[in-house]
């Protein structure tokens, strides 16, 4: 049989000479110091705390420095709930995208929240599976729990979405896509004009015979305007396209079936340089040598597409800028209730070792 022995302090009861337990208080929880604490601590009013946190500009500057000196004591945070309500200010803004998993969206978001903390707001990012249901899901929620404006990525949405941009009236600003027409403010670059860089430099070097490699066309409008583009360049020659997913493995998928062809293309043109990475690993596995055998040119610029072998030739988009501007432009809308314009932002031919003249 084990003994199990408890152990317990006892005090001694100086009528009856027993012990009995000494029954110790439970310390007090420590209290998260509130507005009202650092006022009482300043000798201040509440509304004087609410304005250094808020506007210390307009602060004195001795007063500013009891208040600063009182939260400091305190190890006081401001609560972002009560700072809402006593503002009437949530300071984020939300920023639908279709994936994490593509490097262009975390350059940009990467520049949009850096950007948007010099406006002293907050981003919070949501993916919507590149789904318009799921967007215009995703949108009522950011907005539900106090967005103060969206960013949004591509021209094309679903009426759920446009009924719940025009019910809330809530800053809303289009990016990755431009078209002055649009009801709602774009900043990002001209798609059609993108390809046709791409397409031009193949046909400078003599191509004629060249594949167009893309993802989806159902659910992503930039890659419509990228074919579009190509379209209505005077080309004399012949383009054939080829759908898969934007990955590394649909462009590799690509390249198994180019490499089959009896007659193969002599240069590959790629709408996104995620599928044209897969193309190029696709082609080195059956031996074929880029740009040797066949020339190569992607869209994107992504910084892998510089160190690739050969170093892949690609139209750059300059997504971080477009994530600066669009913080600036929502920001400023916020502020102001003033809507952008439209901005377009021009894109540039990287030329690299994947393209030769044949």
């Known amino acids: 049989m084990k003994l199990v022995t408890y152990v317990n302090t006892f005090l001694k009861n100086p009528q009856n000479g027993r012990l009995k337990p000494t029954m110790q208080k439970a310390p007090e929880p420590k209290k998260r110091a509130n507005l009202r604490d650092v006022a009482k601590a300043a000798g201040v009013s509440v509304a004087t705390v609410s304005r250094v946190l808020n506007e210390p500009t307009v602060v004195k500057k001795d007063t500013l420095e009891k208040v600063q000196t009182a939260i400091a004591e305190l190890k006081f945070v401001p609560s972002a709930a009560a700072r809402a309500i006593n503002s009437g200010r949530t300071r984020f803004v939300g920023a639908l995208v279709p994936t994490l998993d593509n490097a262009i969206f975390a350059r940009f978001l990467a520049a949009l929240e850096r950007k948007l903390s010099d406006h002293q ?26 967005a103060e404006g969206l960013i949004i990525t591509g021209a094309t949405h679903s009426p759920a979405f446009h009924d719940l941009i025009e019910r809330t009236m809530v800053p809303t600003i289009i990016t990755s896509f431009f078209d002055p027409e649009n009801p709602l403010p774009t900043i990002g670059y001209d798609n059609a ?27 992503n409008d930039r890659t419509r305007e990228r074919l579009a583009g190509l379209k209505a360049l005077s080309f004399a020659g012949n383009l054939a396209t080829f759908e898969t997913e934007i990955s590394h493995q649909g462009g590799a998928d690509v390249a198994k079936q180019l490499g ?88 540039r031919l990287i030329v ?6 044949v």
């Open 352 to 357: 690299r070792g994947s393209t030769k003249e």
């Open 260 to 347: 089959n062809l009896r007659h193969r293309p002599d240069a590959i043109l790629c709408l996104s340089d995620v599928v044209a990475l897969g193309v190029l690993l696709g082609l080195q596995a059956q031996k074929i040598v880029v740009p040797d055998q066949i020339s190569m040119v992607g869209i994107d610029d992504l910084p892998t597409s510089a160190v690739t072998v050969p170093p892949l030739t690609s139209v750059h988009l300059p997504v971080s800028r477009m994530g600066e501007c669009a913080a600036d432009a929502l920001a400023h809308w916020i502020t102001t209730q003033q809507e952008p314009k439209p901005e377009k932002l021009g894109a």
């Open 193 to 219: 004009t993108a390809a046709q860089l791409a397409l031009q430099h193949l046909a400078d070097l003599g191509h004629r015979d060249i594949a167009v490699v893309h993802g989806p066309v159902h659910d």
């Open 121 to 146: 707001l907050s981003l919070i990012v949501a993916t919507t599976e590149a789904r318009l249901d799921i967007e215009a899901e995703k949108a009522k929620s950011l907005i539900d729990i106090g």
